[in-house]
């Protein structure tokens, strides 16, 4: 009942606001951020009984189903969580309250945008916590269709351009996806969608066949991370998006493909695995240089932080390609949270900027620190944290993920890959001095003000965990550890 | 006391959670508490000093894991050793007393209960770095006095000088962790674990391949080239002094830019495993120290003649701990460890001093340049004579701290000749630019008369701890002299303690060397006996080598900033006209094909449909005019049709006309027919238009 709460509660509240007046536009706002309440505490509810009573075992818990479906195609409502999905569904209940207070800012038709916004919600967390194929993908295709209202109607101004490159680039790898999922289906004896069934079942397949099915949902997933050289359709969506969407896209949905490929792709392929570990930890250190590179040639600070996420999640392509090391999964986990976090924070403080200023160009502003103290601290903190300075989540991540990858892995490709460590702080410094440090032009920023009540409530939160995960990691490792270690085992076999 | 040791690091975490959260308005409150809370730590630094004293050899060590996985640890832990008891206090001590100046210095500062902050937490950091007994506690802390480097050197950010030295700092250090990175993954995937008592027990052993420790032990030693300034990656250092003169005292010449060399010595277990990577590490500390020295001779910026000082006496330290390990690699007694933690100490003492009396004349006289500075001796009764002793000590004048410091690392050189000259050579060019500097500011004529006229003597928060270095510079010292039986010596040791070498010669080479770079520049700058001008004249190509402090800005720009930043605009246009290109490649591709189909559809199949009726329309309309509606018509071609059937049915007429050629006969037929009967109705029409 608790997993499908996490799911239909948001759908009952789109239905809810649905029903609302359209004028009443503020009372739209705190029901739609007061439904997405429920479903966050629920998270983090079943975070912290996770933690106290399942997190020693590997075992699926709060199992619902399999109740049938579609019984002529074994199609199952089937739901299930384990120490990877948990924490994903704290950070999905958290990031979407925390979106939907960012999303004060929007002024029109904000009946429609927290329909939507709670459609997403139902979807995201519907992706993690599916155990049957068909399900699985109805969510992962749900969440498509608000995403594509909430940039193409919400963004800016190349919004439609960037909400069909976003629509169809998913979709394309969604038919590769649908593709391997029926090779599993029809292969597999008797014909199931059960995900933990088709675990068992993949090892068993032949070589090309598991190659064919690993690349096809490789390619899916690899475009919802995005790993390099699909990533181009995130910068477009991230600046054409609304703060919010951002905030989720980064936050959440890039997490999705990581998440899959731990839960599906990997452990289901052993055989593929282990002969494409080298190239996806290839794609990765190439994703980690190249987004950073690039984020140092940008003018636009929300591409760079879109570019800063290319980098980001190449850290975790290289570690997820050293399956056999709990250190280096650990490292998979603890970046998707950590991205989730900082990468959501940055855009939130954009956003709070952008409010303001109206644009988003680095060069136009300096020494924004004399002016927005409190503002310029949390943005440097956010910064430190993104560069992975020790104290913050960030940086538990980058180092787990080093120690793993060099485990297990081509120890020069590793090596190549701490350059990204060096030019992650060479852009996000540049930025922070551009930025924050400097003259300050009075009279073109004299009217800005530091950030407020309602954009504190937003961003501490996040800083609060973001120092806390970095400070005192052990309780989440201590969730994961006992399913990352059977994961590893299985992915090793 | 030693078990609570972690009270220490602590409470200047306290301290700068309590200023920022609670103090922030009220800059007297912030600045007392942060210094009670330092100097608290700083009495608590004593104890656990004293405590060790006499408990040589048992080190206290406790950690608890932050991560678990499997056998994966990380962990946070303190290791009290006679080396940290000893940085306790040295950091503790020199804290206190900055804190203290800085309530003058700073006074009127609009960021003042900030700066404090940020001293606090710079010290958690640093005691943090201190206290730590496995790499990776290390590498935090190591990381975190980085980045409150960052904040002081841009605590002034609206300069943009002050805004570029900050990021260079960061990045510049970066660099050098890269190195401390790789060889932290090399640590974990040969030895397993962090911690340094267990690394160090299976290098000690060769549980290790050589080749491996030396990669590994160069690696580590990379973030201490960064974090010290050692050449390549000095170049940060200089420019870090665009950060307030506290700042520079304390981190970037006592503290945080020694523990690159307090980690070599902590490491040291490490390099002693290999000769190969202990002399690169002597050959890094004799360059950089030969090279930075040679830059503070001609400098004119006091606050940049010091920096470049500290470079060239980290350089020594740096130097004194390589060759210890290549001495000790090769089976050879060496003072190296002791040399270099001793001169650590010691150094940090007078640098602070210096650094503080330089503030103290820049609060006078409002300038950096001491050209515009001169017979400040008279305005600055207090800061002139402590500056002096500074500079004493520096020199290595006789029975000064620096002196006995400086002589055990020419004492480590024996053995080494080469390194025995550039030694002696550094020692002097010393004397001489820090005697260069006092001469200058201090002695002779006012050259620029308003800086001379407004200079005054600080107030005595500025003072007072400069009395209390002035002590140590001189005092500090005599902790390791032949007459306390080389006490520093035999308690932080490295596996032995002091071992006897030729005291009385050395004094007598280094007093002789320290005391003619002293003379040369008192000739120089106050008898004029010898042109400083002429000289500069002379030797113009290296007076413009060492004036550009080599070149490396122009080169390090040119080199890798400059390429970089364009790489990563190619990397860009790559993105946006190759990737993105493809992409939107595709989708024109595809909306192409997209119009080819719809042309097919509407010309082709669509054709084909409309066509179909198209033909059943026109046939229509030419077949409608069978329908006449006149019985006879009718019945004539009902007639002849069933004349030309019997007619064939009979073969009566002898024509042998197939099915096929029949039907077209018949539809001809029928249309001409039809077309006639067209005319015959038109023509009935007319007439009965006509009739009417």
Not at chain 1, 80 to 104: E, H, Q, R, Y
Not at chain 1, 203 to 214: A, D, I, K, N, P
Not at chain 2, 542 to 570: C, H, S, V
Request: a neutral charge.
């Amino acid at each position: 009942m608790i997993l499908s709460s996490l799911i239909f509660i948001p759908i009952i509240g789109m239905i809810i606001v649905m029903l609302l007046p359209k004028e009443k536009e503020d009372l739209i706002r705190y029901t739609a951020v007061g439904i997405s309440i429920i479903p966050m505490l629920v998270s983090f509810w079943l975070t912290y009984d996770y933690f106290v009573n399942f997190s020693g075992s590997a075992a699926m818990a709060y199992m619902e189903g399999p109740f049938s479906w579609i019984p002529s195609l074994n199609v199952n409502y089937h739901l299930g969580v384990d120490g990877i999905s948990v924490p994903m569904l704290a950070l999905t209940g958290l990031l979407t309250t925390i979106s939907l207070i960012a999303s004060f800012s929007i002024k029109f038709r904000i009946k429609e945008y927290s329909a939507f916004f709670l459609l997403l919600e139902a979807g995201m967390m519907g992706v993690f916590v599916a155990l049957d194929f068909f399900l699985f993908y109805v969510f992962w295709e749900i969440m498509l269709v608000p995403m594509y209202f909430l940039i193409g109607v919400w963004g800016g101004p190349r919004k439609e351009y960037a909400a069909i490159k976003f629509f169809l680039y998913t979709l394309f790898g969604s038919i590769f996806m649908l593709v391997a999922i029926l090779i599993m289906y029809f292969t597999s004896d008797p014909h199931t969608l059960n995900m933990l069934e088709l675990i068992e079942h993949g090892g068993t397949l032949s070589y090309t066949l598991q190659m064919v099915c690993f690349i096809f949902f490789f390619i899916a997933f690899a475009i919802k991370v995005p790993v390099w050289p699909f990533h181009t359709w995130l910068p477009d969506a991230h600046v054409q998006a609304p703060t919010a969407v951002s905030v989720i896209l980064a936050a959440v949905l890039l997490k999705m493909g990581t998440y899959a490929m731990l839960r599906i792709n990997w452990p289901m392929f052993p055989d593929a695995l282990h002969s494409l570990s080298f190239w996806i930890a290839l794609l990765g250190v190439i994703g980690i240089i190249y987004g950073a590179l690039v984020s140092l040639a940008q003018k636009d600070l929300k591409k760079l932080v879109a570019y800063s996420s290319v980098s980001h999640m190449g850290y975790c392509m290289l570690a997820l390609a050293a399956y056999s090391s709990t250190t280096a999964m650990a490292g998979v986990m603890f970046q998707m949270i950590s991205h989730g976090l900082i990468t959501g924070a940055l855009f939130l403080m954009v956003g709070v900027l952008y409010d303001r200023a109206h644009t988003r160009e680095i060069a136009a502003f300096g020494g924004l620190g004399a002016k927005l103290p409190v503002y310029t601290a949390l943005m440097l903190m956010f910064s430190m944290a993104a560069l992975g300075l020790p104290g913050m989540s960030g940086f538990v991540a980058e180092f787990m993920i080093f120690v793993g990858a060099f485990s297990q892995l081509n120890q020069y490709l590793v090596g190549i890959s701490v350059l990204g460590v060096v030019l992650g702080a060479a852009y996000m410094l540049r930025m922070f001095q551009n930025v924050f440090l400097g003259e300050f032009n009075m009279a073109k920023w004299g009217h800005l003000t530091d950030i407020n009540g309602r954009e504190l409530l937003m961003v501490v939160p996040l800083a609060v965990l973001t120092l806390a995960v970095g400070i005192y990691p052990k309780p989440l490792t201590d969730l994961m550890s006992a399913t990352l270690e059977n994961l590893v085992q299985i992915m090793s076999r | 006391m030693t078990e609570h040791a972690y009270l220490i690091v602590l409470l200047p975490l306290f301290s700068f959670l309590t200023i920022v959260f609670a103090l922030r308005w009220k800059e007297q409150v912030s600045a007392v508490f942060s210094v009670g809370m330092i100097a608290t730590s700083l009495i608590m630094s004593i104890m656990v000093l004293i405590e060790t004293l006499g408990h040589q050899g048992d080190y206290y060590a406790a950690a608890f894991s932050i991560v678990e996985l499997g056998a994966f640890k990380l962990q946070l832990g303190m290791l009290i050793d006679p080396l940290t008891a000893m940085m306790l206090v040295v950091v503790t001590s020199i804290g206190t007393c900055v804190e203290i100046y800085s309530i003058g210095y700073m006074k009127d500062d609009p960021r003042f209960s900030r700066f404090f902050a940020y001293l606090s937490l710079f010290l958690f950091s640093m005691l943090g770095l201190v206290i730590s007994d496995n790499f990776f506690m290390t590498f935090i802390f190591w990381e975190l006095v980085g980045l409150t480097s960052y904040l002081l050197i841009g605590f002034w950010f609206e300069k943009k000088s002050a805004a570029d030295a900050c990021k260079k700092a960061f990045l510049t250090t970066r660099v050098g962790d890269l190195g401390f990175i790789v060889g932290l993954l090399m640590i974990m995937y040969y030895c397993g674990t962090f911690n340094y008592a267990e690394v160090f027990t299976m290098i000690g052993a060769g549980a290790v391949p050589s080749g491996i420790v030396t990669i590994l032990a160069i690696g580590v030693f990379c973030g201490a080239v960064g974090k010290s300034a050692q050449f390549p990656l000095h170049a940060w250092l200089p420019d870090a002094m665009e950060g307030p003169t506290p700042v520079s005292a304390i981190v970037h010449s006592a503290t945080m830019v020694a523990a690159g060399v307090y980690l070599v010595a902590r490491t040291m277990s490490i390099f002693i495993a290999s000769a190969e990577a202990s002399m690169v590490v002597a050959v890094i500390g004799i360059a950089t120290s030969l090279m930075a020295a040679t830059i503070a001779l001609v400098q004119v910026d006091i606050k940049r003649i010091l920096a470049y000082s500290t470079i060239s006496q980290l350089g020594y330290m740096i130097m004194a701990l390589g060759l210890y390990g290549v001495d000790t690699a090769n089976g050879h007694h060496s003072p190296g460890f002791y040399a270099g933690t001793f001169h650590l100490m010691t150094h940090a003492f007078f640098k602070s001093l210096l650094f503080m009396g330089a503030g103290s004349v820049i609060h006078a006289v409002h300038t950096n340049d001491i050209m515009e500075m001169g017979g400040l001796w008279k305005k600055m009764k207090y800061t002139a004579p402590v500056f002096l002793i500074g500079s004493l000590s520096i020199a290595g004048f006789p029975l000064t701290s620096g002196f006995f410091s400086k002589d055990e690392i020419v004492a480590t050189t024996f053995g080494h000749p080469v390194f025995t000259v550039l030694t002696l050579l550094i020692a002097f060019m010393t004397a001489f630019y820090m005697w260069r500097l006092c001469f200058l500011t201090f002695f002779g004529e006012p050259r620029v008369a308003h800086r001379y006229e407004h200079a005054h003597e600080s107030p005595n928060t500025m003072t007072y701890p400069l009395f209390f270095l002035a002590f140590m510079a001189i005092f500090a010292g005599w902790t390791g002299i032949p007459a306390l039986k080389h006490g520093f010596a035999s308690f932080v040791a490295h596996g032995e303690g002091y071992v006897p070498h030729a005291d009385w010669v050395n004094y007598i080479v280094s007093s002789i060397v320290g005391l003619s770079g002293i003379g040369l520049a008192y000739l120089m700058y106050i008898k004029k006996s010898i042109s400083a001008d002429k000289i500069a004249e002379k030797f113009k190509p290296l007076y413009n080598l060492f004036w550009n402090k080599w070149y490396f800005d122009e080169i390090y720009q040119a080199a890798i900033i400059d390429p970089i930043m364009t790489f990563g605009r190619w990397m860009w246009t790559f993105d946006g006209k190759i990737i993105d290109g493809a992409v939107n490649g595709m989708a024109t591709l595809t909306m192409w094909w997209a119009d080819v189909k719809m042309w097919i559809d509407k010309w082709i199949i669509d054709g084909a449909v409309n066509g179909a009726g198209f033909i059943v329309r026109m046939a229509g309309s030419v077949l409608k005019y069978l329908q006449t509606g006149r019985m006879q018509f009718y019945l004539i071609l009902s007639m002849i049709l069933v004349i030309v059937m019997i007619l064939l049915k009979f073969e009566i007429a002898h024509i042998n006309i197939e099915w096929p050629s029949m039907t077209v006969i018949f539809i001809i037929a029928v249309l001409a027919l039809s077309i006639a009967s067209r005319f015959v109705s038109e023509d009935a029409n007319q007439e009965s238009e006509n009739e009417k």
